[in-house]
């Protein structure tokens, strides 16, 4: 159906609609209007890392750990498959007279929040910290649900949470995220603005407020940024019953018809919850009128339309997308290259790793490698084959009958054992020792979701669980090499003498044990890198609460990490050559060309994030330290060099001032090439030596 069409047929329908079917079509539940040929429709359906509370469905890694790959093109194709497995559910669902929850075509991902604090149990659903990275694998994701055709839609994506959330999660009901211009435009809005203008067909506002506003129902944010400065055509939904807080826990209204009226009013067009039924008095009141519900409406049903809903089924060109897509070998093929291209190599002392296939005897210890809720994070699937990690070494050396595998739990993930039950024994007889360790979605995770966390779902510290680490010293103390594995959706703070090797794995999905076993004999080599930094303590970050940036992330924190954002080793070594700029002088509207020479000078091959930082000689006290403005996945054989082009835009050295304002101030700056973060002291954490050279700006 052609635009004008498709427009002319909505008015249609809404022209014959009274005003409490209007009304009713802006709940997430919306029921059939059968006089009018319009099915029921539930609008909540979540695919964060595949179709998720729906089934059988494909587990990818966790969304932290896609953007872990800094790898767009794969990311797309990720979610071009959940796509294909979201499709065919549906198809398999309206056959089955089944429209309920979570078997649509609307899905509420990606999070774009930024991962500012790593105490926030939901950042693992977050692309980490960094606004260029979350923008760019952010978009992938909605180019691979969405397709190629803005028209027609295969899916719908969802940016979410619009704007400043990342906790606290027991006070997101009533917290109001106080920030300044300067960080919000140049940390929390970067991402919503990108995807907004490449097609994002809709955003959800967040719980909190903002400059004293509830996000769902912000004048500023939806009217003036939103619709107004970024120009947004698709159409707004709530958190889930976050319009209910504006009179329950903001207490910025004083009804239920007064909170639907502010919502609506603002530009939020659907209610995940049960406050916009009171519309229909709000509107007779003349607290909101027909018009601006007739306007919500027309958003919601031009989705439904760009998503065929209203299509003859011969005119569908998904209809054949049915069961044997979901879960099927390619997606299963494709999880488990996720959690190879993810998993990032910390530590590799004595290049203990990869392990030989040789006579030896392994003992693998630890409360997460036979624990499937270690694969899984939040907001997943159900997959027929969780493949933990004994699973995945088990069969990794079945047939290798010189390899002892002894397996023991050894202490528990949520708390410390009985004394009398630790046992170490096995440790000192054993060649090698693998811990997996760390935390699960149990741990954290949303609110109400992760079930042994204290706070709600956060963390209250980083660190490694002391009880975890008191049996891993243990361990330690016997001499033995040891290898720990962690898993986890946000940063782990832990001694480095802790063990001779260190991967983390996030929660990598259905095929987490595979990829593990492989990576741990040498089949594949980890590449990951970190898309958040790891701070060495909890003592490092400011309070958890304040939602300036000064202090957080690579960009802004003056301290020594643990390890940097944009960090990971590889099983082969590469070597920055060097950095060359087309020009040394760069003016509004101009771009400058940044070449890259890069050596494996290792024996193995192996893929490198050349990663891209700008950066002023003389920073003002609130600028960055640096800032990622490019970066490119490689494979590069063993002894190769390779050649890389970047083309960074004046734009890339602009600076946002106080007023939120983006402005070119002009001076002398770096650009910076590297595999990891400049840190602000000399000591650097990257494989490679850094190579920086100046451009002045006029």
Same mark, same amino acid.
Not at 53 to 63: D, N, S
Not at 133 to 162: M, N, W, Y
């Given at each position: 159906?052609?635009? @004008?069409?498709?427009?002319?047929?909505?008015?249609?329908?809404?022209?014959?609609?009274?005003?409490?079917?209007?009304?009713?079509?802006?709940?997430?539940?919306?029921?059939?209007?059968?006089?009018?040929?319009?099915?029921?429709?539930?609008?909540?359906?979540?695919? *964060?890392?595949?179709?998720?509370?729906?089934?059988?469905?494909?587990?990818?890694?966790?969304?932290?750990?896609?953007?872990? $790959?800094?790898?767009?093109?794969?990311? %797309?194709?990720?979610?071009?498959?959940? @796509?294909?497995?979201?499709?065919?559910?549906?198809?398999?669902?309206?056959?089955?007279?089944?429209?309920?929850?979570?078997?649509? *075509?609307?899905?509420?991902?990606?999070?774009?929040?930024?991962?500012?604090?790593?105490?926030?149990?939901?950042? %693992?659903?977050?692309?980490?910290?960094?606004?260029?990275?979350?923008?760019?694998?952010?978009?992938?994701?909605?180019?691979?649900?969405?397709?190629?055709?803005?028209?027609?839609?295969?899916?719908?994506?969802?940016?979410?949470?619009?704007?400043?959330?990342?906790?606290?999660?027991?006070?997101?009901?009533?917290?109001?995220?106080?920030?300044?211009?300067?960080?919000?435009?140049?940390?929390?809005?970067?991402?919503?603005?990108?995807?907004?203008?490449?097609?994002?067909?809709?955003?959800?506002?967040?719980?909190?407020?903002?400059?004293?506003?509830?996000?769902?129902?912000?004048?500023?944010? *939806?009217?003036?940024?939103?619709?107004?400065?970024?120009?947004?055509?698709?159409?707004?939904?709530?958190?889930?019953?976050?319009?209910?807080?504006?009179?329950?826990?903001?207490?910025?209204?004083?009804?239920?018809?007064?909170?639907?009226?502010?919502?609506?009013?603002?530009?939020?067009?659907?209610?995940?919850?049960?406050?916009?039924?009171?519309?229909?008095?709000?509107?007779?009141?003349?607290?909101?009128?027909?018009?601006?519900?007739?306007?919500?409406?027309?958003?919601?049903?031009?989705?439904?339309?760009?998503?065929?809903?209203?299509?003859?089924?011969?005119?569908?060109?998904?209809?054949?997308?049915?069961?044997?897509?979901?879960?099927?070998?390619?997606?299963?093929?494709?999880?488990?290259?996720?959690?190879?291209?993810?998993?990032? !190599? !910390?530590?590799?002392?004595?290049?203990?790793?990869? !392990?030989?296939?040789?006579?030896?005897?392994? !003992?693998?210890?630890?409360?997460?490698?036979?624990?499937?809720? $270690?694969?899984?994070?939040?907001?997943? =699937?159900?997959?027929?084959?969780?493949?933990?990690?004994?699973?995945?070494? @088990?069969?990794?050396?079945?047939?290798?009958?010189?390899? $002892?595998?002894?397996?023991?739990?050894?202490?528990?993930?949520?708390?410390?054992?009985?004394?009398?039950?630790?046992?170490?024994?096995?440790?000192?007889?054993?060649?090698?020792?693998?811990?997996?360790?760390?935390?699960?979605?149990?741990?954290?995770?949303?609110?109400?979701?992760?079930?042994?966390?204290?706070?709600?779902?956060?963390?209250?510290?980083?660190?490694?669980?002391?009880?975890?680490?008191?049996? *891993?010293?243990?361990?330690?103390?016997?001499?033995?090499?040891?290898?720990?594995?962690?898993?986890?959706?946000?940063?782990?703070?832990?001694?480095?003498?802790?063990?001779?090797?260190?991967?983390?794995?996030?929660?990598?999905?259905? %095929?987490?044990?595979?990829?593990?076993?492989?990576?741990?004999?040498?089949?594949?080599?980890?590449?990951?890198?970190?898309?958040?930094?790891?701070?060495?303590? $909890? @003592?490092?970050?400011?309070?958890?609460?304040?939602?300036?940036?000064?202090?957080?992330?690579?960009?802004?924190?003056?301290?020594?990490?643990?390890?940097?954002?944009?960090?990971?080793?590889?099983?082969?070594?590469?070597?920055?050559?060097?950095?060359?700029?087309?020009?040394?002088?760069?003016?509004?509207?101009?771009?400058?060309?940044?070449?890259?020479?890069?050596?494996?000078?290792?024996?193995?091959?192996?893929?490198?994030?050349?990663?891209?930082?700008?950066?002023?000689?003389?920073?003002?006290?609130?600028?960055?330290?640096?800032?990622?403005?490019?970066?490119?996945?490689?494979?590069?054989?063993?002894?190769?060099?390779?050649?890389?082009?970047?083309?960074?835009?004046?734009?890339?050295?602009?600076?946002?001032?106080?007023?939120?304002?983006?402005?070119?101030?002009?001076?002398?700056?770096?650009?910076?090439?590297?595999?990891?973060?400049?840190?602000?002291?000399?000591?650097?954490? =990257?494989?490679?030596?850094?190579?920086?050279?100046?451009?002045?700006?006029?």
């Amino acid at each position: 159906m052609y635009a @004008a069409e498709r427009e002319s047929a909505i008015q249609a329908l809404i022209a014959k609609m009274s005003l409490e079917e209007k009304v009713s079509q802006l709940s997430y539940t919306s029921p059939a209007i059968e006089r009018l040929g319009i099915p029921a429709y539930n609008w909540w359906n979540e695919c *964060l890392h595949g179709v998720a509370r729906a089934g059988i469905a494909t587990v990818f890694p966790q969304a932290i750990a896609l953007a872990a $790959t800094f790898d767009e093109p794969f990311v %797309q194709k990720v979610a071009k498959a959940i @796509a294909d497995e979201a499709r065919a559910k549906y198809n398999e669902a309206i056959t089955a007279g089944n429209r309920g929850q979570y078997w649509g *075509l609307t899905f509420w991902t990606p999070n774009i929040n930024i991962f500012r604090d790593p105490r926030w149990g939901r950042g %693992q659903e977050t692309y980490g910290e960094d606004p260029h990275l979350t923008s760019r694998i952010g978009l992938a994701f909605v180019k691979g649900l969405q397709g190629d055709d803005p028209e027609k839609l295969k899916v719908a994506a969802c940016a979410k949470h619009f704007a400043v959330h990342s906790g606290p999660e027991n006070q997101r009901h009533t917290f109001d995220a106080q920030v300044s211009k300067k960080d919000l435009f140049e940390t929390y809005l970067p991402a919503f603005k990108v995807l907004v203008e490449n097609g994002v067909e809709a955003v959800m506002g967040a719980y909190n407020r903002i400059f004293g506003e509830p996000c769902c129902g912000s004048t500023y944010l *939806l009217q003036d940024i939103l619709r107004g400065q970024w120009q947004f055509k698709g159409h707004v939904v709530s958190d889930c019953w976050a319009i209910r807080d504006f009179h329950e826990n903001h207490r910025v209204t004083a009804s239920p018809e007064a909170s639907a009226a502010k919502a609506l009013n603002a530009g939020c067009d659907l209610n995940c919850g049960c406050t916009y039924p009171y519309l229909t008095v709000a509107c007779k009141q003349g607290m909101v009128s027909e018009e601006a519900i007739n306007t919500a409406l027309t958003r919601l049903l031009r989705t439904r339309f760009k998503l065929g809903m209203f299509d003859p089924p011969e005119q569908d060109p998904y209809k054949t997308l049915g069961r044997d897509t979901i879960n099927c070998e390619n997606h299963r093929v494709l999880a488990l290259e996720a959690a190879y291209k993810s998993i990032v !190599l !910390l530590k590799n002392d004595k290049n203990l790793l990869p !392990l030989k296939k040789k006579a030896q005897k392994i !003992l693998l210890i630890g409360p997460g490698a036979a624990n499937p809720h $270690t694969l899984l994070g939040n907001y997943y =699937g159900i997959s027929p084959r969780l493949v933990t990690i004994l699973e995945g070494l @088990a069969e990794k050396i079945h047939g290798e009958y010189g390899i $002892t595998l002894e397996y023991r739990h050894a202490c528990l993930q949520y708390e410390n054992n009985h004394p009398s039950n630790i046992i170490f024994g096995e440790a000192t007889e054993s060649d090698v020792i693998i811990g997996v360790f760390g935390l699960d979605g149990a741990m954290e995770g949303e609110e109400g979701d992760a079930i042994a966390s204290n706070s709600n779902g956060d963390r209250e510290t980083i660190e490694l669980p002391p009880w975890q680490l008191e049996y *891993l010293r243990k361990i330690r103390a016997g001499g033995k090499p040891l290898i720990l594995i962690l898993t986890g959706g946000s940063p782990i703070a832990f001694p480095e003498d802790i063990a001779d090797a260190i991967l983390f794995v996030w929660y990598p999905g259905e %095929q987490g044990g595979t990829a593990v076993a492989n990576i741990l004999f040498g089949d594949k080599a980890p590449s990951g890198k970190l898309p958040i930094t790891f701070p060495a303590s $909890t @003592a490092q970050l400011p309070p958890y609460d304040n939602y300036a940036m000064q202090g957080r992330t690579y960009r802004y924190m003056q301290e020594q990490p643990l390890y940097p954002f944009g960090f990971g080793l590889s099983y082969t070594r590469f070597r920055i050559d060097a950095v060359t700029l087309s020009t040394h002088e760069l003016s509004a509207g101009s771009s400058v060309q940044v070449t890259v020479q890069v050596t494996n000078t290792g024996d193995q091959d192996g893929e490198m994030v050349v990663q891209v930082y700008v950066a002023k000689d003389i920073p003002e006290a609130t600028d960055p330290i640096a800032s990622l403005r490019d970066f490119e996945r490689r494979f590069i054989p063993a002894g190769e060099k390779l050649q890389l082009c970047f083309e960074l835009p004046a734009s890339a050295f602009e600076t946002i001032n106080e007023d939120g304002l983006s402005v070119l101030v002009p001076g002398s700056y770096k650009v910076i090439v590297a595999d990891a973060a400049p840190l602000p002291v000399a000591v650097e954490k =990257g494989a490679c030596i850094p190579m920086s050279e100046h451009i002045t700006v006029r």
